[in-house]
Each structure stands twice: as structure tokens, then as C-alpha cells.
């Protein structure tokens, strides 16, 4: 079946560095990929879409600055999180649409910022 | 603005028990409505609604979509300690886009 791969699934940062994160499918084609964030108990909000070949489109109050997204492939996005403070520490799912209703989430990836 | 909206937030019984979980929204353009079950990582799978009154039903859970009432309701019967999680609903409101509502925190006592 269809499966979305993240990596790293854990990461643990410095205040100030910049951390990456991928999120593959595999075993199909994602022209668009989302990105969420998820901060303990609650539920997952949707941070951007990055679509391949353009520029990502973000949600209200989300800095397109921070948070740089690239679209590199039909099977790849990235989502750097750049000068990473505490308060960026979460839990990031990006996810991808197999159909127009249906959509796939990667495992995830904890990121601590120290 | 578009909503979700689960309920009860949080819910514990005993194994064996049936339980009923509700989803409630307000979209401008529905396409669809999607259960998920989250455990310790990403999200899985388990339902995607279009069409009102059909029942979707995997073993011992099952899911129907009021498109009239604007709601969901996902129903486990029999549960096990296994379906301790949070089940997230989500809602499809353009081409790709979801909102999620803030999930219901199941857990099953043995």
C-alpha cells in the first residue's frame, strides 16, 4: 500500500541551528505534500502545502522564513526549520494525497529544541 | 470559518464496552470526512466518508456521515485495550486541504 517515510523521526537541536526534515512517498507520485504540527494534546495543524514545481502555500500566521519548504521531486519535500527556538519544539507530520480524499501520513518527527 | 468539532474530549471505559464518538463541522465546500486513529506517532487510516447514511464498517468499528446534520459518528464495539488512542476526525473543505478537529482521547481499562 501506499506509505509516506519521514526522516529523521527524532531530532534534538540547538537554539539557533537550523534543522531539516523529509518526508518521501514511496511507491507513488506527490505533485502536493502537506506539512502539520502537532504540540502535545491537541490536534494537527496544517502548516503549509508545498507543491512541487512552485512555490509552498502557508497558513495564516505560519513565517514563510521559518519554515522553508521545498518541493525538490514528484516524491520529495523538505521542511527546514531555520534559527529553531524552543518554542518551534513539536511534533511535525507531513502527510501526502494518494487520491482527492485520501491522504497518507508520514510517521512523524519530534523535534527538541535546546 | 470552517470548523471541527469532536466530542467527548476525552473518554475511558472498560474493555467490552461500546463506545460512541461524534464529529460536528462547518465547511464551505465539504468533499469528504476522514477518522483517523493516532497512537503514539502519525495518524492512521480508518474511514473516509462521502455519501450520507452508507455505513462503513471495519470489525469491530464502523463510521456513518449525516450530511443533512453535518456530523460523523465513529462506534467501536467490544473494545479492547489496544483502542486506547486518539481519534482524530477530519474534514476535506477544497482539493486536498483538511481540518482537523481536536481529536477524542479514547482509553480502555482492562
Known amino acids: 500500500g501506499a506509505v509516506v517515510s519521514q526522516h529523521p523521526s527524532r531530532v534534538i537541536c540547538k537554539s539557533g541551528t537550523s534543522v531539516k526534515i523529509e518526508c518521501r512517498s514511496l511507491?507513488?507520485?506527490?505533485?502536493?505534500m502537506f506539512w502539520y504540527r502537532q504540540f502535545p494534546k491537541q490536534s494537527l495543524m496544517l502548516m503549509a502545502t508545498s507543491n512541487e514545481g512552485s512555490k509552498a502555500t502557508y497558513e495564516q500566521g505560519v513565517e514563510k522564513d521559518k519554515f522553508l519548504i521545498n518541493h525538490a521531486s514528484l516524491t520529495l519535500s523538505t521542511l527546514t526549520v531555520t534559527s529553531a527556538h524552543p518554542e518551534d519544539s513539536s511534533f511535525y507530520i507531513c502527510?501526502?494525497?494518494?487520491?482527492?480524499?485520501?491522504?497518507?501520513f508520514g510517521p512523524g518527527t519530534r523535534l527538541t529544541v535546546t | 470559518e470552517d470548523k471541527v468539532v469532536q466530542s467527548p474530549l476525552s473518554l475511558v471505559v472498560h474493555e467490552g464496552d461500546t463506545v460512541t464518538l461524534n464529529c460536528s463541522y462547518e465547511?464551505?465546500?465539504?468533499?469528504?470526512l476522514l477518522w483517523y486513529k493516532q497512537e503514539k506517532k502519525a495518524p492512521t487510516f480508518l474511514f473516509m466518508l462521502?455519501?450520507?447514511?452508507i455505513e462503513k464498517k471495519s470489525g469491530r468499528l464502523s463510521s456513518i456521515l449525516d450530511k443533512k446534520e453535518l456530523f460523523s459518528i465513529l462506534n467501536i464495539t467490544a473494545t479492547q485495550t489496544g483502542d486506547s488512542a486518539v481519534y482524530l476526525c477530519a474534514v476535506s473543505s477544497g482539493t486536498y486541504k483538511y481540518i482537523f478537529g481536536t481529536g477524542t482521547r479514547l482509553k480502555v481499562l482492562a
Open positions: 465547511v464551505t465546500n465539504f468533499r469528504s
Open positions: 462521502t455519501s450520507s447514511g
Open positions: 502527510s501526502a494525497p494518494l487520491t482527492s480524499h485520501e491522504q497518507y
Open positions: 511507491d507513488f507520485q506527490a505533485t502536493t
